[in-house]
């Protein structure tokens, strides 16, 4: 059975604090996803990695970084969080190299409150 | 221009009721056509997806894609209270990369 994990379900935060979100899936995927979610905009991609070490901006990259040093551990980082960074975070994967669609699996989320 | 477009809603019908779930998009690059479900306090999950311009029947959902317009919608027949939930659209273009281009999505609540 797919599995994507997320370290914490709930988080807050204080503002300038560096924060870490982990994600772990236990499927071999090659390509990994941080979104944020929030009411009215949607998902937003922030960072995508397609390898390990490697990584790809995604369209709200700023605030934030990723770290991927083992090919099931997608670590997003935030170095000095602000409230504009309360967010409900999602991590996911997929599979690369196998045809089209490349269905991505989602872990259930991070609810960060940064006060 | 947003490369898709997909109203929030909400949408509030009573069971039994036909849904209808649009998206449009601009970027003609996108290949695969895919509709996620999102349970409260869940991450989203495939529904399921199209490759071509026609109608896809799974159960009670049909996926319809018309790429002449650039116009994909998702219709539930006979909803259900367990079909309540957030409806979102995103888009493949075939990058290995595997990126996808979500909608903002639908807000869905099925009454009894």
């Known amino acids: 059975d797919v599995k994507v994990t997320q370290s914490s379900r709930y988080l807050v935060k204080r503002t300038g604090e560096k924060v870490f979100l982990e994600c772990v899936q236990d499927?071999?995927?090659?390509?990994m996803f941080w979104y944020r979610q929030d009411p009215g905009l949607g998902l937003r991609l922030i960072y995508f990695s397609y390898d390990v070490k490697m990584k790809e901006k995604g369209d709200i990259p700023e605030g934030y970084s990723v770290s991927r040093e083992k090919k099931e551990r997608f670590s997003l980082i935030l170095e000095s969080a602000s409230t504009n960074q309360t967010s409900m975070y999602l991590c996911?994967?997929?599979?690369?190299?196998?045809?089209?669609?490349?269905?991505?699996?989602f872990g259930p989320g991070t609810r960060l409150t940064v006060t | 221009q947003k490369e898709v477009e997909q109203d929030p809603g909400p949408l509030s019908v009573p069971e039994g009721a036909i849904v209808s779930l649009n998206c449009t998009y601009s970027?003609?690059?996108?290949?695969?056509f895919m509709w996620y479900r999102q349970y409260s306090r869940k991450g989203p999950e495939l529904l399921m997806y199209?490759?071509?311009?026609g109608n896809k029947e799974d159960g009670r959902f049909t996926a319809q894609v018309d790429k002449s317009s650039k116009y994909i919608s998702l219709f539930i027949r006979d909803s259900q209270p367990s079909d309540s939930a957030t409806y979102l659209c995103?888009?493949?273009?075939?990058?290995?990369?595997?990126?996808?281009?979500f909608g903002r999505g639908t807000q869905l609540t099925v009454w009894p």
């Open positions: 499927m071999d995927h090659e390509n």
């Open positions: 995103a888009f493949d273009r075939g990058s290995t990369l595997g990126r996808l281009y």
């Open positions: 970027n003609s690059a996108f290949q695969y």
């Open positions: 996911a994967s997929n599979p690369t190299g196998t045809g089209s669609p490349y269905e991505q699996y």
């Open positions: 199209t490759y071509s311009s």
